[in-house]
């Protein structure tokens, strides 16, 4: 630490930073527009100009960036300078001189960076008097809106999208008056992480396109906070809604996860919760058909089915903790599901059992920033936990890094960083089936199938650690690569190793945590990540319950007369037969759900249940936070949390039992417990009892109880319009806004709020001069670090003791080599796309609409033919053919949704030409 004089006022201060940073931190009002905290300073707007003096005698001093001006001790500056102050005014008047004057028609009106930034300096008169320049607009896709001349230069976007996020088809062309930012010409922005240029920008030249089509201005917006559904790394989002309608979901800042950046897919992905799919109404079957019916009937009914006999449930790894606990507790635990597949639920399993025995450290997505070694074994992390693969991206620049600081050039110099780590090697390797888009960045990427590249990990640990177990017959080429990693992986102070369950072979994860482990004798805390398919799937895997295949067998053997499903399409997880099996075999199927999925046809009762933006509830990540998401759109009854439905459930059981004068032993004892709830803390304080390792999650967010300042939170901004402001001059009683029991919030602008409320709570950004997603900046201990009401969410992991390392037991399940077959058989392994794989996303348009049809890939000396038949379970499947160079012979790629969704992988299939001819495709 140290400190600076700011007109006068002593501020303490870090080390190593800039001086626009320092001066923020301290509270001041420093305009700035290129510099942005996870981007680093290029001085490129000239906007954050300050006087500095060399000291106390120098009265003269000199005009300086803050923004390319690092810290020093004592340092003496002014903002207030008259001179500075012109200087702001001159820079924000000719970037203002071709900007149009269409506040308010721009939909970043009310949260606009360079609005602020405008009053900031005083700028109000405009004196330029000539045509302005202008530029045409460019079609980017169905994600981002483009309006370049709201543009201010400011090389954000560029500077995000190509040097941070990875992508090639945005740049800057021309110079001057005609810089113009986008593509080469008219197309779909291909990176995964296009959407958060409209949080990038300052103005708004990108916004966000589906946002547009319903757009309200911030100050009429409801905000929560919330937790992204469509993945297991568990980013932090604000959900914003208006008139009951979900709008829009923006990044929320978490220091360990997300930061400032969200994928593609959690930002748009949201456009399911108002589709034409959506349950509003309990449904009953007459006579085949799907009929609605009152909610007391649709109970009655139900107590009728549960008097037939014995009642099972299926919970859901898309659902929360709190639904999927409920059902338990009505049910029982041994006619308790996860709703998994026996494969999926052994791998969610061992991938737990993994994490939570491993010696060395669980490492967060900011963490992996800061590996100097990392491993990824078999798992395209970019399409399976997105911004992961981002964090993996930018642990590639730790040896730019360390250039930089034997060159003494801070590490926030972004642009002089870059420059001097052009020629840095990457400590990044890449072991999958098929290409990945990390492979741009890797020191090596190679391709191999599952259980070759799990040998090859068991290897890599044997070398690292002789203890553990040898691994035959290698090829000289896998020995030296395997040589070639575990030297880096040793040399390397942070290594990691990255692995999951896409494959579906537990063996991959055996391997990297052999790894792990072996590396844990040699550094005091090598990292492991094993990525778990769905929101929560590690909170559904600390619950335990059974397979799909195990109720199916209870099925078969009479011992369920009535199902209930919460919040799980199983058509996608149990091929076809299946399914109509286990409907044929049960005689009431209920569907408790918020989207109608193809099961609903054949359920005997449905029940609308919320989605993540209606309700209240808990997710555990899959580095085992647990982490509430909160309420901000109330739903028109009978629509209720999945929890509800299930206690509804309960209390007609209870109900039909006093009836029926049944004992209270035939119904599972944990159903008396769960209708005395009354809101989402009793859930909570009664799953903390029945499960201690999940008793944190009841602490992951203030309770429902909680009061600042002996008000509860506000979520809509203290400029919201007001509910009788066009009638103020008469008496008005107009109806109270909803509220929710669940949480310590109020629907409306009335309230507590405050840079310093707790973390989990914050339902967005602004204070007094910074209306955009800047103002992040005062709810900040420090700029890019920790929020100042605390953590968000708990990890439920305990830390490990490094003693453990050496008791660590190595797995000795070593898979033989992978031989292809003679004829024309061929291992089929998934393909996950960040568009079309995930089920939920997949029901809003702008998702939908970057999903490529179905392919599947082969090498190229197998796709002969434009076309293949590829012959699973169920029945043929005729697709079109597409070559992958580098992918292993004997293998095809194919797509984990649409019509390939209900099949389990890997599995051998039979591959065919067009006519079914048998020549290999």
Known sequence: MTSIRIDGRDCPTRTGINLL???????????????????????????????????????????????????????????????????????????????????????????CHLQDMTVMSGHNLRRYRFTKRTHRNQDLGPFVKHEMNRCIACYRCVRF????????????????????????????????????????????????????????????????PSVCVHCAVGCNTIVNAREETLRRVLNRYHADINRYVLCDRGRFGHGFVNAPTRIRTPLCLMAGQQVALPLTEALEHFTRMAAQGTVGGIASPRAALESCFSLRALVGEARFSTGQTQ?????????????????????????????????????????????????????????????????????????????????????LFV???????????????????????????????????????????????????????????????????VSGMQYGAPALMQAAASIAAALARRVPRPGLSLIVPECNSMGLAMLGGVSLEAMLEMARAGELTTLVIVENDITRRLPPSDVAELVALVPNIVVIDHTATPLCRQADLVLPATT??????????????????????????????????????????????????????????????????????????????????????????????????????????YRASGRTVIRSHISVHDRPPPASPDTPFSSSMEGAYGPDMPAPLVP????????????????????????????????????????????????????????????????????????????????????????????LRAAPRMAAFDRAILHLDDRPHSLPVSPLAGLPEGVVLCPTHRVMRAFRFPVRARLEGPHGTGEPS
């Not at 960036?65 to 001159?90: H, Q």
């Not at 941070?164 to 810089?179: C, E, M, Q, T, W």
């Not at 949080?199 to 905000?223: H, L, N, Q």
């Not at 690569?481 to 942070?494: H, N, S, Y």
């Open 21 to 111: 940073q320092a001066c923020l931190e301290a509270g001041e009002n420093l305009p700035y527009f290129c510099w942005h905290p996870e981007l680093g300073a290029v001085g490129a707007c000239r906007q954050c100009a300050i006087r500095q003096f060399s000291g106390p005698d120098d009265k003269a001093g000199r005009i300086v960036m803050a923004c390319m001006t690092p810290v020093s001790d004592n340092a003496l500056i002014s903002i207030d300078d008259a001179e500075a102050r012109d200087f702001r005014a001159g820079v924000i008047e000719w970037l203002m001189v071709n900007h149009p004057h269409d506040c308010p028609v721009c939909e970043e009106g009310g949260e």
């Open 161 to 224: 999208y190509r040097d941070y996020a990875g992508g090639d088809d945005l740049a800057a062309f021309a110079s001057h008056d005609h810089v113009y930012f986008g593509r080469a010409e008219d197309g779909v922005l291909q990176n995964a992480f296009s959407g958060n240029l409209a949080e990038i920008c300052p103005t708004g030249v990108f916004t966000d396109k589906p946002f547009s089509a319903t757009y309200s201005r911030k100050w009429d917006m409801r905000g929560a």
């Open 343 to 427: 494969l999926e639920q052994d791998c969610v399993q061992l991938a737990h059992t993994l994490l939570a025995k491993h010696p060395g450290a669980l490492p967060t997505l900011h963490d992996m920033e800061s590996a100097d070694a990392v491993l990824v074994l078999g798992e395209d992390v970019c399409a399976t936990a997105p911004r992961l693969g981002l964090s993996l991206r930018q642990s590639v620049r730790q040896a730019s890094f360390h250039d930089a600081d034997a060159a003494r050039v801070p590490r926030w110099m972004d642009g002089a960083v870059r420059t001097l780590g052009a020629q840095s090697p990457s400590g």
């Open 431 to 497: 072991i999958t089936p098929a290409p990945t888009d990390l492979d741009t960045v890797a020191a090596q990427s190679v391709r191999a199938v599952p259980d070759d590249i799990a040998r090859l990990g068991f290897a890599i640990a044997h070398l690292i650690d002789p203890a553990a177990p040898a691994v035959a017959d290698l090829t000289e080429a896998d020995a030296a690569l395997a040589q070639r990693v575990a030297t880096a992986l040793m040399a390397a102070q942070a290594p990691l190793v």
């Open 612 to 717: 993540f933006s209606e309700c209240s509830g808990t997710l555990v990540n899959l580095e085992g936070r647990a982490q509430r998401f909160f309420q901000v759109v109330f739903p028109a009854a009978p629509i209720q949390e999945s929890w509800r439905w299930v206690q509804a459930l309960a209390r007609s059981m209870e109900s039909g039992a006093e009836h029926n004068a049944t004992s209270p032993a035939d119904l599972p004892h944990t159903a008396w417990h769960l209708t005395d709830w009354q809101d989402l803390d009793d859930v909570l304080a009664d799953l903390a009892l029945a499960f201690p390792a999940l008793a944190g999650a009841a602490s992951a967010a203030p309770g429902a109880d909680y009061r600042m300042n002996g008000q509860k939170l506000r979520s809509q901004t």
């Open 764 to 855: 967005g950004y602004q204070v007094p001069s910074w209306n955009s997603v800047q103002a992040l900046n005062r709810f900040q201990q420090e700029i890019g670090g920790r929020l100042r009401g605390g953590a968000a969410g708990v990890r439920l992991f305990p830390p490990s003791d490094d003693g453990e390392a050496r008791a660590y037991p190595y797995s000795t399940d070593i898979p033989p080599p992978f031989t292809p077959a003679a004829d024309h058989t061929v291992l089929v392994l998934p393909q996950p796309c960040l568009f079309g794989s995930e089920e939920l996303s997949m029901l809003s348009p702008p998702v939908a609409a970057r999903a490529a049809p179905p392919m």
